[in-house]
Each structure stands twice: as structure tokens, then as C-alpha cells.
């Protein structure tokens, strides 16, 4: 199971410092009710990528995704094709970026976060784990590695939930701020806030190739032997 944590890591820690869910988290804590919204979002999160990573694993596990011990060739060209694809994204995140004193982007539906309910807020967190692109890519590719290990179905569940820990710390970081420190939190968030919103499309960008890069080298390295 220690291979299958050490392969994971890469695509759980890009799913965990992805600025986007971490802006809307905070975001949601600087309304009126952000000690609810709060936490019914990391909730919502963690259902939402356990869920989309365990359909993976599921998908994977029956298409024998292990030969002997070996990954399957099927999943080096997966890992081609999803390293393809955090290139092309990362990419378009580069050029997205704010140049000189241009003001950050943030999508429209991100003002109205302080008029959402406790539904609301869970619902934005699955969606934001398991239905954004970028981390739903991530996700294929942290279940994808977990399953070329061909361990046993218990060791890969225990792995699936190391792989959800780790991709809700940036998400849950905020909450334990704001918890934490009540009121003082505010000044944190904010800056918090202010820091993620203008470097977004840096962050990914850089999060992205990294990953896209180590997918498809590993994805060559696979197809060569």
C-alpha cells in the first residue's frame, strides 16, 4: 500500500492546493453564515471526491487494471492522455493569468455565495470536487495510480481515503482557521482571500504542467517496457 500513497501524492496535493474551491471556501466563511456553510462545504467535498474516486477505482478494478502485479497497458495511455490534457490546461490557465494591474476573474456565481444555504453550500462542494474538470482529472489520475498497484480491494479503499484526506486540506484549512480563531480569523481570510484571487492562474498553471508532465513520463516510461 506504501507505493500506492507515494503514487497518489502528486494528484492529491494538486487537488488540495487548487485556488478556486479555497477561494469559495473562504468567501463562504466572511458571510453571515459561514460557521454552517463552512463546514457543509468540506463535507459536500469530501463526498463528492471519495465518491468520483471510488466510482474510478471501481471502473478500474474491473477492467483489470493490474496484470501480475504490473499495471495494465491500458493505463499508461490513460495517463498519456490525462498528462495531455493538464498540459493543454495548464496552458490556458498561463494565459488566463491577470497581466500588470489587471483585476483578477472570479466567476459570476462566486458573488452570490453569501445568500447560500447549508444545502447549497454542501452542493457547491461536490461540484467543486468531483465536477470541476481540472480536479476531476486529478482524481482519475490519484484513483488510476491507487488501482496499477493491484493491491487487495481493503488496501485500495484505505488508500482512497489517504488520497481524500490530503485533497481536502486546502479546503478544510480555512475552516480550522476560522474555528480556531473566531473573529480574529477575518484579517487571515482576507489576505487569504485577496492572495488566491491574483494568483489563481498562476498557481494552477504551474500545478498542472507539473503533474501533466510527471503523467505522461510515466505514461512513456510504461509503454517502453
Known amino acids: 500500500m506504501g507505493e500506492a500513497i507515494g503514487e497518489l501524492l502528486p494528484a492529491a496535493v494538486g487537488v488540495a492546493i487548487s485556488p478556486l474551491p479555497i477561494l469559495a471556501v473562504v468567501l463562504m ?40 502485479g504490473q499495471p495494465a ?3 499508461a495511455w490513460l495517463k498519456l492522455v490525462l498528462g495531455v490534457l493538464l498540459i493543454l ?31 447549497k453550500a ?14 476531476l482529472l486529478l482524481i482519475v489520475a490519484g484513483a488510476a495510480a491507487i488501482a496499477q498497484t493491484g493491491i487487495s480491494v481493503g488496501e485500495q479503499a484505505v488508500a482512497m481515503l489517504v488520497f481524500t484526506l490530503i485533497a481536502s486540506l ?34 494552477m498553471a504551474v500545478l498542472l504542467l507539473v503533474i501533466g508532465v510527471k503523467l505522461v513520463g510515466d505514461a512513456i516510461a510504461g509503454l517502453s517496457t
Open 73 to 75: 497497458d491500458w493505463l
Open 29 to 68: 466563511l466572511v458571510t453571515p453564515r459561514g460557521g454552517t456553510n463552512g463546514p457543509a462545504f468540506i463535507v459536500g467535498w469530501v463526498v463528492g471526491a471519495a465518491a468520483a474516486g471510488t466510482l474510478v477505482l471501481v471502473l478500474a478494478s474491473g477492467a483489470e487494471a493490474s496484470d501480475e
Open 89 to 119: 490546461l495548464s496552458l490556458r490557465q498561463w494565459r488566463r493569468r491577470p497581466h500588470g494591474d489587471e483585476e483578477p476573474v472570479t466567476p459570476k456565481w462566486m458573488g452570490a455565495l453569501d445568500g447560500f444555504t447549508t444545502i
Open 170 to 203: 486546502g479546503v478544510a484549512a480555512p475552516v480550522v482557521i476560522y474555528i480556531a480563531l473566531g473573529d480574529r480569523s477575518r484579517e487571515i481570510l482576507d489576505s487569504l482571500k485577496t492572495w488566491m484571487a491574483t494568483n489563481n492562474a498562476v498557481i
Open 122 to 135: 454542501a452542493t457547491a462542494g461536490v461540484v467543486l470536487s468531483a465536477l470541476n474538470p481540472k480536479n
